[in-house]
């Protein structure tokens, strides 16, 4: 009998909760400028979301105005809330805004405060998602790299003093843009996200008190309410603090729901991140939609629980902001390197075009809503155009882009430690007379070897090699290691080991090669030629090239830069970096947005680390999406 009651209690809590579920849905408040509205947790148990006292269904959209030229942020926002979507959530990225000097670049793409604007002014709420770690298959999961300088760093943790120094700065500039955007305060945030996937990061020095450090900092600035993302397990839940909201990445049935709700009984809970596609890496296959999320925001909708898609528009990992995940074993050096698109397999596209999933999602959300939501028409898919082959002229020699380095080191430094993030570099040293031998040399994450400026082979770390055989010499010879890097790893505790360039002692045959010189090469920007009068370093076989073009424009639209005759390298457009292309796949080419190029001249410049010739490249009017290998959604299955 006892069992029987409880099992009649649960029942009818769960009656009640559908009940304001669906009441949640009748709850139409848009921002108005000017005029505040509360936003608080309340109903049974205080597991309802409330807007000025009722019932609040969030029906969320993840976008990245970080990934999305600005030109086309209110093109995003609007097809967002035509699919009949409330709310826009997105993440700030830290490393893309401070710049190395500690200031802060608010402007174009950057400027967050205006993002935040746009979506009031369109009528959507905002769930705001500062970090200061974020994940999102960004650079370091959006910390700032010279976070790293120290090898081993301790990263989200406040027994890093370093640290919490530095991401208080960042905040109180945070708090600076959004405090007075609360719908409290007239603006459209209805939340802050505190951390994201804590839960997920399974280092000795997370605590909860970091999470109620950052909790305390935001109530200090006046915010609230908060809610945290992650894992939907009681293990990936352990970090949860009472009063705080749960997001779930995801929670996909009632289950997720209830098991959140045994961690921190007495707070909303909804889908943080629901997954319409996946992410993917170099070497995969190409994106694809999951076509079973659909029927997921179906039962949504059928109970008024709140969600956010995630992404429900990529966008672009523009310049060297893309990321790299990896696999959580005990290998150390394994790494997965995340594509420049960071399409997703969403519904609106890369490009903003709307997939045919983005339709089926719109008519399930449409059709549960009432007649009064007067859900808009989608807007129009950017134009797109075509640029005729061209093929590029070699620039100048690749070492002439290195000039020659002062300082000697007895140990290889980091790029961190030498103030540069990614990017590329060559490392100098002289090897003595003797038989052939093994180079150990831990790299991260690619490098090409060079004795006496002939190329002796390449060590790849995707591959697992830490190592090369050196030939013979029957006297001292200058050693060049060329270094090429990914993204820094952006999920798991193993971020704070993914240190670039040479990251360990180099050995030849066991003995240390010291007397280290590193030229520099950060490539944030076009890569400049040194001038005739400076040294620079010099490599006779270099297997790497430098070319560019002058491309005429009648007229300017969006386009992709078709790559696939390339190698593997870096592609300037008007001294925009547009990001990584790599023959290996499934990405072949480029968004270069329509805001970038311009009538007339336009310059394009190529760095490719495995051509020494140059091959044609066009712009076509979409991405590749042809499918040569099948890889599974994972779409986060904890």
């Known amino acids: 009998m006892k069992h029987l009651m409880a099992t009649l209690t649960m029942g009818a809590a769960l009656a009640s909760t559908a009940l304001a579920g669906v009441d949640a849905m009748q709850n139409l408040q848009k921002p108005q400028s000017g005029k505040a509205a509360q936003f608080s947790f309340g109903g049974e148990k205080n597991r309802d979301f409330l807007l000025d006292g009722k019932p609040f269904q969030i029906r969320a959209g993840e976008m990245h105005p970080q990934r999305i030229p600005r030109a086309y942020w209110r093109h995003r926002i609007q097809a967002a809330k035509a699919m009949g979507l409330n709310t826009i959530a997105f993440y700030v990225f830290w490393n893309d805004i401070e710049k190395e000097d500690g200031s802060y670049d608010l402007t174009g793409m950057r400027d967050i405060g205006a993002f935040i604007d746009m979506c009031a002014e369109e009528g959507m709420w905002v769930l705001f998602r500062p970090g200061p770690y974020v994940c999102g298959e960004w650079d370091l999961g959006g910390l700032p790299a010279r976070l790293m300088k120290e090898k081993g760093a301790h990263l989200r943790t406040m027994k890093n003093a370093h640290f919490m120094e530095e991401q208080t700065r960042y905040l109180e500039k945070m708090a600076e843009i959004v405090i007075p955007r609360l719908c409290k305060n007239g603006g459209p945030v209805l939340m802050v996200q505190l951390e994201n996937e804590y839960g997920s990061y399974n280092s000795p020095h997370s605590h909860v008190e970091y999470i109620q450090w950052l909790k305390k900092f935001w109530e200090d600035k006046g915010a609230g ?170 620039a100048e020699a690749f070492g002439r882009y290195f000039a020659r380095p002062q300082s000697t080191y007895d140990e290889p430094p980091t790029l961190e430690a030498l103030g540069q993030n990614q990017g590329m570099a060559i490392y100098c040293a002289t090897l003595p007379a003797g038989p052939e031998a093994t180079l150990n040399c831990r790299v991260h994450d690619m490098a090409q070897v060079y004795v006496d400026g002939k190329f002796v082979g390449s060590i790849n770390r995707m591959k697992g090699q830490t190592g090369i055989r050196i030939p013979a010499r029957s006297a001292e010879q200058s050693i060049r290691i060329v270094v090429d890097t990914f993204g820094h790893i952006n999920f798991h505790h193993k971020m704070e080991k993914d240190n670039k360039g040479i990251v360990d002692a180099v050995t030849l045959d066991g003995t240390p090669v010291t007397g280290w010189k590193v030229s520099l090469l950060p490539l944030k920007t076009v890569p400049q030629p040194c001038s005739p009068r400076r040294a620079c370093v010099n490599i006779a076989q270099s297997q790497s090239g430098c070319f560019k073009a002058e491309v005429q424009l009648e007229k300017v639209a969006d386009t992709f830069l078709d790559m696939s005759a390339w190698a593997k390298g870096y592609v300037w457009v008007n001294g925009h970096l547009l990001g990584r292309y790599w023959s290996i796949g499934p990405q072949q080419r480029l968004y270069c947005p329509a805001e970038w190029l311009k009538e007339g001249k336009n310059e394009v410049f190529v760095l490719d680390t495995h051509r020494t010739e140059p091959a044609p490249i066009r712009g076509c009017t979409e991405r590749n999406t042809e499918v040569l290998i099948d890889t599974e959604n994972a779409n986060n299955v904890w």
């Open 225 to 394: 309410p908060f809610y945290l993302s992650e894992g939907a397990t009681r293990r990936h839940l352990r970090f949860a603090v009472p009063g705080v909201a749960l997001g779930l990445d995801p929670a996909e049935r009632e289950k997720d729901f209830q098991v959140a709700w045994s961690v921190n009984p007495e707070v909303p809970v909804f889908s943080s991140e629901t997954y319409p596609g996946w992410l993917r890496h170099w070497g995969e296959g190409n994106w694809k939609p999951s076509r079973e999320v659909l029927d997921v925001v179906r039962w949504y909708m059928k109970e008024g629980k709140s969600f956010n898609l995630f992404v429900l528009h990529g966008g672009t990992s523009f310049g060297l902001t893309a990321g790299a995940n990896c696999n959580s074993n005990e290998q150390e050096d394994d790494i997965e390197p995340d594509l420049t698109s960071y399409d997703y397999g969403s519904p609106i596209g890369e490009q903003g075009n709307l997939t045919a999933e983005y339709h089926e999602y719109r008519d399930i959300i449409k059709s549960a809503l009432p007649a009064e939501a007067q859900v808009p028409e989608p807007p129009t898919t950017p134009a797109a155009m075509q640029i005729s082959a061209f093929t590029p002229e070699k």
